[in-house]
């Protein structure tokens, strides 16, 4: 049993994702807690360069094999039980995104390891780790004990600051052997399917008025979007919105859509359900109206309106126009 | 193909919550509850799947409230069995725990395909559908968006941010986390929700087991703190868009 860290971390098409520095960061925080080391497992094919940019890791274990070409919920997961039979750390901290859902689980199963997910904090507290979950869309959070020497938390994305993990350096490498196997996977990675180029780029807009299930039907559309003509915006939307098809996939905002950042977040209708926050909260300035003075989205909101938006959103357009 | 639709109550969002005496439950006296709405895509995908390629749909719950009328209703939809697992395992009971009972109510079931929401709003030990897989040994893709039977296997493509998509070939039998399913999940009308509480029954099976290690335990709940929060604009709807306009000003984003 060791007192370390470990971070998983997580990379597509070459490119380390941010949620890995987020990760980093809170993992020397708590690695200094626990007396032990900050370690980042990367695994895929060709990648060892990508060391280089987890500088803020003691150590990288680095397990290279074709099968880690790219990410494959099996394989991926059947190696990380392997590094992590293999070491015992005292945390593994894995991010909760698409990637981090198929390994954290598997783990917990297959290495026998008590698992939190949905964590938006992690501490030491006593010797035990208890984590944070952001539970019930975002309205409780849940404060879970985690027992035994040796447990996994998956935590959301946007949880931590990235800069605190992004170090360049030259981390020890040890590299791993891959279990054998690990080709022998039922499921079998096909190819990457690039978003359509879109009539509008969502994360180019400094002003946005983004819809969600409050408008309630597609007929209500046209009343938000000319809101966003009389502000020179653009119309975006959480993710109901594009699942019914009443706006193409490339104006999505949120955890499988799109990363924006505008001057100006205008929330119609929106609840903010963490998958959407995480795509939009670090907007300059959020405006949101929602008739639920509970919904989440006031947590990030600046300003909050809880008056019915088919009375306010034509009466702000009208005055705008005037 | 024949596919399992394992499907969970999940409190109702839309409705207030509030945290018991001890802190550590949801007070559930008043809860009211609905089903998972990540179940009802992986529904949707089921009877999309079932009516271009043959095969049956069954639906399994937990007992709990109202678990009836969501089995009938997902007859209703077009589910051709309903199967309630009737140990006591009541809201909130972990997914570890769940995934355990329902491996050994599958593993005694024939499937091809087991289809589960991605995930509920009540996840706090991991997702339902990766746990089952890991439990059955059986491979598992999440935040699926598309099904398609190919030779015995399914191909899938599983959503990642921005927009980008991995396609998957799955042998089966598999679990698969549906994030949303091609359409809109169906509607069934109450009439006919009515007459399928008339005529079909609901298969009843005990799990044999549910001991599982979960090996976490809530010490605390609570709410997220207020105040930090967005400053509340009120008056009419004229004087909210007035004040709204101001800030803009202020903000130079409106001139």
């Known amino acids: ?322 | 193909m024949n596919i399992i639709v394992p499907v969970k109550q999940v409190p109702d969002l839309v409705e207030e919550l509030e945290i018991n005496e001890d802190g550590t439950d949801l007070d559930r006296d008043y809860l009211s509850y609905k089903l998972n709405e990540f179940d009802e895509h992986a529904l949707e995908e089921a009877l999309l799947l079932k009516e271009e390629h043959g095969g049956t749909v069954t639906v399994i719950a937990f007992e709990g409230e109202d678990t009836d009328k969501a089995l009938y209703t997902a007859i209703a939809k077009g589910a051709d069995r309903a199967v309630k697992i009737t140990n006591d395992l009541p809201p909130g009971t972990p997914n570890h725990v769940l995934a355990k009972a329902l491996a050994s109510v599958l593993s005694g079931m024939e499937y091809d395909l087991i289809l589960t929401g991605v995930q509920a709003a009540d996840d706090r030990d991991g997702q339902l559908g990766v746990l089952l897989a890991n439990y059955l040994d059986v491979p598992h893709v999440s935040v699926v968006s598309g099904v398609a039977p190919n030779n015995g296997a399914v191909t899938v493509q599983k959503e990642y941010a921005g927009g980008v998509m991995a396609e998957f070939e799955v042998d089966l039998p598999a679990v698969l986390g549906v994030q949303a399913a091609r359409q809109t999940p169906r509607y069934a009308p109450v009439s006919r929700v009515r007459q399928v509480m008339r005529q079909a029954e609901i298969e009843e099976v005990e799990a044999s087991d549910t001991e599982a290690e979960v090996g976490s335990s809530i010490r605390r709940m609570f709410k997220p703190e207020k105040g930090a929060g967005a400053q509340m604009l009120e008056g009419s709807p004229e004087e909210i868009a007035e004040q709204i306009i101001k800030i803009l000003q202020e903000k130079g984003i409106k001139k």
């Open chain 1, 1 to 322: 049993m060791s007192q370390d860290v470990f971070v998983v971390a997580e990379h597509l098409q070459g490119k380390i994702d941010d949620v890995t520095y987020e990760l980093l960061g809170k993992a020397r925080e708590l690695a200094g807690q626990s007396g032990g080391h900050v370690v980042a497992v990367l695994m895929g094919s060709g990648i060892q360069d990508q060391a280089g940019s987890l500088g803020a890791a003691d150590k990288v274990l680095y397990m290279e094999h074709a099968a880690l070409e790219n990410f494959n919920p099996e394989s991926y997961a059947k190696a990380l039980s392997h590094i992590l039979e293999q070491n015992k750390p005292r945390l593994t901290l894995i991010p909760n995104t698409s990637m981090g859902m198929d390994l954290a689980a598997a783990v917990s199963v297959k290495n026998n390891l008590p698992l939190v997910a949905y964590a938006t904090d992690v501490q030491f507290d006593n010797g035990q780790v208890v984590a944070t979950s952001q539970l019930y869309g975002g309205k409780i959070n849940v404060e879970s004990v985690l027992e035994g020497d040796s447990s996994v938390v998956s935590v959301l994305a946007g949880s931590f600051p990235a800069d605190a993990g992004k170090q360049d350096g030259s981390p020890a490498v040890e590299t791993v052997a891959a279990p054998d196997g690990l080709d022998q996977t039922r499921v079998r990675f096909k190819n990457l399917i690039q978003p359509e180029g879109g009539d509008v780029d969502i994360t180019q807009q400094d002003i946005l008025v983004s819809v969600g299930r409050g408008i309630q039907s597609e007929d209500n559309l046209p009343m938000v979007e000319e809101l966003a003509e009389a502000l020179g915006g653009a119309l975006a939307s959480s993710r109901p919105i594009v699942d019914n098809k009443w706006l193409p996939k490339t104006r999505q905002v949120g955890k499988s859509g799109l990363k924006v950042k505008p001057k100006l977040y205008f929330a119609v209708g929106i609840s903010g359900a963490p998958e959407h926050i995480e795509g939009m909260k670090d907007s300059e300035l959020i405006i949101a109206i929602n008739t639920d003075p509970e919904a989440p989205i006031f947590e990030v909101a600046h300003y909050g309106v809880t008056e019915d938006l088919f009375d306010v959103v034509p009466a702000l357009t009208e005055k705008l126009k005037s």
